[in-house]
């Protein structure tokens, strides 16, 4: 048995590789934290995995920091232990998004909801009193989402950040979520400048 692998619980460890394959299959992990994961799921120190690996140490924590650029044999060589080598994909596209445009039971009322690809509500507006003036609306996102001055960052009174679209004369066109921190919220602004040109509009009126 080779010295240098410490024992570990299995039950844990097969738990870590399931997990790992399915970020794998999925394209949910990056190549940085993909060779991290692989170490330290033998639970080996940077040294060791890199002599068990043929490796130089220096090498590979360039590349557990995202600072190296590791040829394929590389690659290969740390992937080998686990049953992977380097190949080519099918790079996966983000879902586009698309505007919900619906009708109050209450009061009659229109208004839109920006969503993104993967549903998830990223602007809502607030009510028109005509389907056309939701409609021109909707043509107003589309118009200055890619806009960075037309976001407004405010903060909630209990201290969720958010913000608003706004138009070319400062009216609101639509508003966010509250979020968890300002990278979320940055993060939501992000996305609205990526689906708020969608042409589709799903009319559930």
């Not at 844990?12 to 940085?32: A, P, Y």
């Not at 009174?157 to 919220?185: D, V």
Request: net charge positive; glycine share 8%.
């Amino acid at each position: 048995m080779d010295k240098r692998i410490k024992k570990i619980d299995y039950g844990e460890e097969r738990k870590l590789r399931i997990s790992f394959f399915e970020d794998i299959k999925n394209q949910k992990i990056s190549l940085t934290e993909a060779v991290r994961v692989m170490r330290q799921m033998t639970k080996l120190t940077q040294p060791e995995f890199a002599k068990h690996r043929g490796l130089s140490v220096q090498a590979l924590r360039q590349i557990e920091s995202g600072v190296g650029n590791p040829q394929i044999d590389t690659l290969n060589k740390l992937g080998e232990a686990f049953g992977l080598e380097v190949g080519f994909v099918q790079k996966k596209y983000p879902a586009a998004g698309w505007f919900e445009l619906t009708k109050s039971e209450e009061n009659g009322q229109f208004s839109f909801a920006l969503k993104a690809g993967n549903g998830e509500q990223i602007l809502k507006s607030e009510q028109y009193t005509t389907k056309a003036a939701a409609s021109n609306g909707i043509e107003s996102v589309r118009t200055n989402s890619p806009k960075d001055e037309r976001y407004q960052k405010l903060t909630a009174k209990n201290g969720n950040p958010y913000f608003n679209l706004l138009a070319a004369n400062s009216q609101i066109i639509g508003t966010s979520q509250m979020y968890s921190s300002e990278a979320s919220r940055d993060g939501g602004i992000a996305s609205v400048k990526n689906n708020g040109q969608t042409d589709t509009v799903k009319d559930l009126t």
